[in-house]
Each structure stands twice: as C-alpha cells, then as structure tokens.
C-alpha cells in the first residue's frame, strides 16, 4: 500500500522548478500500486498521503453499483481507481517531455513505469477478450467502466511516448493504439457511462476530436483506410475547429434547445431566460487541444495549421468562464449567453436519492464548491497555444505561468470547500482529496514548456 508524508504545504511560494521536483519525488514515492498500476485520486490524511479505505466513506452516500457487471468492494476501490487511465497517461507525457527536454535516465525510468500502467489496464480488457478495451480499474482490477476522454489520456501519453521508447515498449505501444480504435469500432462508440447509455458517434465537439484523434493515429501507424474512413465520418459533423461546448450550448439556446440540457434541473427556478447552468464545458479545451495538434502534426490535410490555431485560440478563450480572480475554479457556474458573463450557481437543496443526475451524490445539489481540474486543463491547453499562436503566445504563457505560481496545498486537490459549507456531510469524501491531474499536469506542463523555452 502506497503512502507518504504529506509534502505539499512546501508548494506555497516555492518557485516553478521547485514545485516540479517536489512533486515529482512525492509522486514517485506514492502513485504507484504493487501492481504496477497507477492510482489516481488519493486521500490527503493529515501528514499522510494515502489511498482511500472503508473508514473514509462511513456516513457518505454512496453511489449504487447493483447494475454492474464487474462491482467495485466499495467506493474506495473506485475513487482509488476512477481515473488511473487518465493519470497513466499524462504522466507517461510528462515523462517523455522531461526526457526530452532533459536526456534523464531517471525521466525514462519513471516513463517506461507509467507505459507499464497503461499495459497492465489494456492487459485487463485482452483477458477479458475485449482487445482495446481501457476499463476504470476499480481495486486494480477489469472494470465495464470508461469514457473517451480516458482514451485521449492514453493516447496522448502513448503517441508522445514513441518518440522515445525502446524497441519492444514501441512495438507494444502501436498494438495498444491500433487496438483502442478497433474497440471503439466494434462498440459502434456506444458504451454505458455509470448508469446512463452513452453514444459517442454522434459527438461534435471535444469527443468528436478524440475519435478522430484514436482513428487517424491507427490509420497513421496501419495504413488501413478504414480508419480514415471513420475519421471522415466524425469530421463530417465536427463542430470543434470553430466552436466550443460552451458555444455549442449557447447555439442551442438560442435555437430553443435548453430544457433538453439535464443539468439545468439542478438550479431550477434559478435561471434567467438566456441562461444555462455550465458543468465540466470548459475543461473540454485540453482534450481538443491535444487531440487537434496531433491530427495537424500527422495529416496537416486535415487539421491545417490556420485551422489548428483557430481552434486552439477559440477553445483557450473559454478559460475566464467560472474562473475567480483568486485562480480557484466553480465547480458549477451560470452562464448568460445574452451578456456573456457568468455567476457561481446557488447552494441548492439536495434533490431525493431518485433524482440524483447518474446516480450520484455529488450532483443532486450545486454549490459554491471549488475544483482544480479547470487549472489542469488551462494549464496544457496554455502551453500547446503558445507554441502555434502568435497572437496568444504571451498571453498563454502568462497564464500558465499565473497557474503554476498559484499551485499550492488547496490548488492540487481535487475538489475545495471554500467556506465549510459548500460540500454536504453525505459528499464529506470529496474533500481533502489529491486530485488525479494536477501533479502529473504540471509536470507535463513544466517540462513541455521547459523544452519550448518558456521558463
């Protein structure tokens, strides 16, 4: 079991390299499981950095698992686990980019371990006869559990990885990436998400860009123009070059669209005729923002470079929306598309167990809560923006620099109750948790930006 001393009350002032090398050393110390897999959230007990266990969810309200196939011991396995994919794969990035940038032995090392985690996961589903199937590895084990953006995670940190990875790792690399757009293929991009069917094809935004991203990886590395066939089918209605999920609601707003939007229930009654209640929207810049530059990087035909800063700068500009001035991010925000502006949503009553949206505890009220994974996905979004756009090269340079100088012991968790009163005792789990990207998000942030000379 992995636990270390909580090191992260030093990140407060610390300088840029700093915070890198300490965290890289905590992370070295604590993600790994005996299994070679990756952890992904964490419990920040005290001193203590740990994994969740039973005692950590005596009175919490837990999510119901009696529909699975493959059931979690308890909720601990899944918060454990819930996004170790994701976590695998921004750390192999980070690696990469830090061997790239630096030649250390040491950054290979720790890079061949996160490859070893995703083979292990991908491993999972071989077993299982599902070839290409990255389940959530809940108590480090087959799960029926995933989504796509774990897939653009694991993409991403496998593409980045060819670059430097020795001969058998790459030959395994390739299979894994092959695989992932086969699975999908096969699956018709139709998966259940927690409790709710969850059909990807017709996607037109960030999702629509990871299955481009997965098809024109496999076709680049086959030769199949099969792949490039399912690539052309998603382009066909992708909406993501030009606009965002934000905008995209914004659309439908406007076209009448707004009650079928599932979220607004949360703040009914709350809303003003031009508003709709914002939920993990802006986050979806990184995923678009990874998966665009590399479709440009392989096949300029369909991804140009004026189109790949287009869409760069477009989805970089979603990053004020739910933003306070103090770099702490809402959890949940209103956005007026009238005026272009946004509020934090209410603190609402708790909806009754069979109105909880998916199942979960976490989103059958809103609050003023605070998360951090908007920071994660700015910060990368941030770096790939200032490489292609000259017109936001130092904006976005500041700004991930302004993110990274914010990093502190309350930055680098998941979630953040501001106030004691924001996170009800029934969701009392989700404080004081690590979250699950921001150290492996700076690192890949810092070394990237290192490499391009940035700091």
Same mark, same amino acid.
């Given at each position: 079991?992995?636990?270390?001393?909580?090191?992260?009350?030093?990140?407060?002032?610390?300088?840029?390299?700093?915070?890198?090398?300490?965290?890289?050393?905590?992370?070295?110390?604590?993600? =790994? $499981?005996?299994?070679?897999?990756? %952890?992904? &959230?964490?419990?920040? @007990? /005290?001193?203590?950095?740990?994994?969740?266990? *039973?005692?950590?969810?005596?009175?919490?309200?837990?999510?119901?698992?009696?529909?699975?196939?493959?059931?979690?011991?308890?909720?601990?396995?899944?918060?454990?686990?819930?996004?170790?994919?994701?976590?695998?794969?921004?750390?192999?990035?980070?690696?990469?980019?830090?061997?790239?940038?630096?030649?250390?032995?040491?950054?290979?090392?720790?890079?061949?371990?996160? =490859? $070893?985690?995703?083979?292990?996961? %991908?491993? &999972?589903?071989?077993? @299982? /006869?599902?070839?290409?199937?990255?389940?959530? *590895?809940?108590?480090?084990?087959?799960?029926?559990?995933?989504?796509?953006?774990?897939?653009?995670?694991?993409?991403?940190?496998?593409?980045?990885?060819?670059e430097i990875a020795p001969d058998n790792e790459l030959?395994?690399?390739?299979?894994?990436?092959?695989?992932?757009?086969?699975?999908?293929?096969?699956?018709?991009?139709?998966?259940?998400?927690?409790?709710?069917?969850?059909?990807?094809?017709?996607?037109?935004?960030?999702?629509?860009?990871?299955?481009?991203?997965?098809?024109?990886?496999?076709?680049?590395?086959?030769?199949?123009?099969?792949?490039?066939?399912?690539?052309?089918?998603?382009?066909?209605?992708?909406?993501?070059?030009?606009?965002?999920?934000?905008?995209?609601?914004?659309?439908?707003?406007?076209?009448?669209?707004?009650?079928?939007?599932?979220?607004?229930?949360?703040?009914?009654?709350?809303?003003?005729?031009?508003?709709?209640?914002?939920?993990?929207?802006?986050?979806?810049?990184?995923?678009?923002?990874?998966?665009?530059?590399?479709?440009?990087?392989?096949?300029?035909?369909?991804?140009?470079?004026?189109?790949?800063?287009?869409?760069?700068?477009?989805?970089?500009?979603?990053?004020?929306?739910?933003?306070?001035?103090d770099l702490l991010p809402y959890y949940f925000f209103?956005?007026?598309?009238?005026?272009?502006?946004?509020?934090?949503?209410?603190?609402?009553?708790?909806?009754?167990?069979?109105?909880?949206?998916?199942?979960?505890?976490?989103?059958?009220?809103?609050?003023?809560?605070?998360?951090?994974?908007?920071?994660?996905?700015?910060?990368?979004?941030?770096?790939?923006?200032?490489?292609?756009?000259?017109?936001?090269?130092?904006?976005?340079?500041?700004?991930?620099?302004?993110?990274?100088?914010?990093?502190?012991?309350?930055?680098?968790?998941?979630?953040?109750?501001?106030?004691?009163?924001?996170?009800?005792?029934?969701?009392?789990?989700?404080?004081?948790?690590?979250?699950?990207?921001?150290?492996?998000?700076?690192?890949?942030?810092?070394?990237?930006?290192?490499?391009?000379?940035?700091?």
């Amino acid at each position: 079991m992995s636990s270390t001393k909580n090191p992260l009350a030093a990140l407060a002032g610390a300088s840029l390299e700093e915070k890198a090398d300490l965290i890289q050393s905590f992370y070295e110390d604590t993600i =790994f $499981h005996e299994s070679g897999i990756m %952890y992904s &959230l964490m419990k920040i @007990d /005290g001193d203590e950095i740990r994994p969740f266990e *039973p005692r950590d969810f005596v009175g919490i309200e837990s999510f119901d698992f009696k529909g699975w196939r493959v059931k979690p011991k308890g909720t601990w396995e899944q918060r454990n686990n819930e996004n170790s994919i994701t976590t695998s794969g921004i750390y192999l990035a980070s690696q990469t980019y830090r061997h790239l940038a630096t030649g250390s032995e040491e950054a290979m090392t720790q890079a061949l371990k996160a =490859f $070893h985690s995703l083979n292990l996961i %991908y491993q &999972l589903g071989e077993k @299982d /006869g599902r070839p290409g199937w990255m389940g959530k *590895p809940y108590g480090f084990k087959l799960s029926d559990q995933t989504s796509g953006d774990q897939y653009l995670d694991a993409t991403w940190g496998l593409f980045t990885f060819l670059e430097i990875a020795p001969d058998n790792e790459l030959k395994r690399a390739k299979v894994m990436l092959v695989g992932f757009a086969d699975y999908w293929r096969k699956i018709d991009y139709c998966i259940m998400y927690v409790s709710v069917v969850w059909n990807n094809k017709f996607e037109e935004h960030s999702y629509n860009a990871i299955f481009m991203l997965i098809n024109l990886v496999a076709y680049h590395l086959t030769g199949d123009p099969t792949y490039k066939a399912e690539s052309d089918r998603f382009q066909g209605i992708s909406r993501w070059k030009t606009e965002t999920g934000v905008g995209g609601w914004k659309r439908k707003i406007l076209q009448g669209e707004r009650d079928e939007w599932r979220f607004n229930k949360l703040v009914e009654g709350h809303l003003g005729p031009k508003e709709f209640l914002c939920w993990q929207m802006t986050i979806h810049c990184k995923y678009t923002a990874v998966a665009a530059e590399i479709i440009h990087k392989l096949y300029p035909e369909v991804v140009s470079e004026p189109e790949l800063v287009t869409t760069l700068e477009t989805w970089w500009s979603t990053w004020h929306y739910g933003m306070d001035d103090d770099l702490l991010p809402y959890y949940f925000f209103i956005v007026d598309i009238e005026k272009d502006t946004w509020r934090p949503a209410p603190t609402t009553p708790k909806l009754p167990r069979d109105k909880w949206l998916m199942g979960k505890a976490s989103l059958s009220y809103t609050s003023k809560k605070r998360w951090t994974e908007p920071l994660c996905r700015f910060l990368v979004t941030s770096v790939i923006t200032a490489e292609y756009s000259k017109e936001l090269n130092t904006p976005s340079i500041d700004l991930a620099k302004r993110i990274m100088e914010s990093v502190d012991e309350i930055r680098i968790k998941w979630q953040h109750d501001p106030d004691g009163k924001q996170i009800y005792p029934g969701n009392a789990d989700l404080k004081s948790v690590l979250s699950s990207e921001m150290p492996a998000s700076y690192l890949a942030a810092f070394w990237r930006g290192r490499k391009q000379g940035y700091w």
